[in-house]
């Protein structure tokens, strides 16, 4: 008879979606090990999937993992026989990811899952920062009447074809001259960190705008500031930086053409159901032996 597979998961994941994931595999098949069970035990896992869900990194940066996070972490480190980790990200660039990617652990993003989200955040970012209305926001906040004339006066905005054209990132300076906007909602690699730098800025015409939905590398930030304070991008959109929670003295926050987001381009209330749908359309591949959705071998 086969062993039951062992899932690791939080004690909240639990919670909701637990019933779910039993109807969805044959009765005896499946085992849960809650993450505060494993890490109060004090000793070796024996988890042979794990669930990373939201709530376990949710108040987490990169540069400030929260207890959930960092136990969660330990756990999976004292899984000697865990074979694979469904992630919420659609990246997978935190270091134990790649730690376990060295062990033999499959690691699958849910990459997908908050598409649509992101492209309505930035959307409407865009339409914001061009009808000014962060400036229109400062102005209330001062009780100031500062109607939208002259360089407050918002662009004219023209439709465009869906996708006008493709290149390469070694292309980029070539086509920024003619971009009103840059907006970056690209992976983390050795390729696209940085990309958006100071002779990215200088490239665009003066009086363009800058969004970033991807991760807080692929922006030099003080090239970011320097464009913006110097008039050179009359506004941006923010959701990741460099390093994360912003440092609360930076200026980034006091600009009235600047719209800073914590880490939460993606965030929906329906977020979380489309993450788990993938987890379990993996989790079926998993028991069939059939390749995972979101490999990360394959993502490279």
């Not at 939208?148 to 054209?165: K, M, Q, Y």
């Not at 300076?173 to 990215?200: E, F, H, Q, Y």
């Not at 991008?233 to 009235?256: I, K, N, Q």
Request: overall charge negative; aromatic content about 6%.
């Amino acid at each position: 008879m086969t062993r039951p597979l062992t899932l690791l998961l939080s004690a909240h994941a639990f919670k909701t979606w637990g019933s779910r994931i039993e109807a969805a595999v044959p009765a005896g098949g499946l085992v849960f090990r809650t993450a505060e069970e494993a890490l109060a035990a004090d000793g070796p896992c024996e988890a042979d999937i794990a669930f990373m869900t939201r709530e376990v990194t949710g108040r987490s940066s990169k540069d400030n993992p929260t207890p959930e996070l960092a136990g969660f972490d330990t756990v999976l480190r004292k899984s000697p026989g865990l074979k694979w980790l469904q992630i919420h990200p659609a990246g997978a660039e935190r270091p134990i990811y790649r730690e376990l990617c060295g062990r033999g652990v499959k690691v699958t993003t849910a990459s997908g899952a908050t598409a649509i989200t992101v492209s309505h955040s930035a959307l409407g970012a865009l339409i914001a920062i061009n009808r000014r209305f962060p400036l229109l926001a400062d102005a209330q906040r001062r009780h100031a009447w500062e109607p939208r004339l002259g360089d407050r006066s918002p662009r004219d905005a023209e439709p465009v074809e869906p996708c006008d054209r493709t290149i390469a990132y070694g292309q980029l300076l070539d086509v920024l001259p003619k971009a009103d906007w840059l907006i970056l909602c690209c992976p983390a690699s050795a390729v696209t960190r940085g990309i958006g730098n100071a002779a990215a800025f200088a490239a665009m015409p003066k009086g363009s705008h800058f969004i970033n939905v991807a991760r807080g590398e692929i922006a030099v930030e003080r090239d970011v500031i320097s464009a913006l304070q110097s008039g050179h991008l009359a506004g941006a959109y923010l959701d990741v930086f460099e390093r994360e929670p912003l440092d609360p003295a930076s200026p980034l926050w006091d600009m009235p053409n600047v719209i800073v987001s914590p880490h939460t381009a993606s965030h929906t209330l329906g977020q979380n159901e489309a993450i788990f749908d993938i987890f379990l359309d993996n989790l079926a591949r998993f028991r069939n032996g059939a390749g995972l959705r979101n490999d990360v071998d394959n993502l490279a």
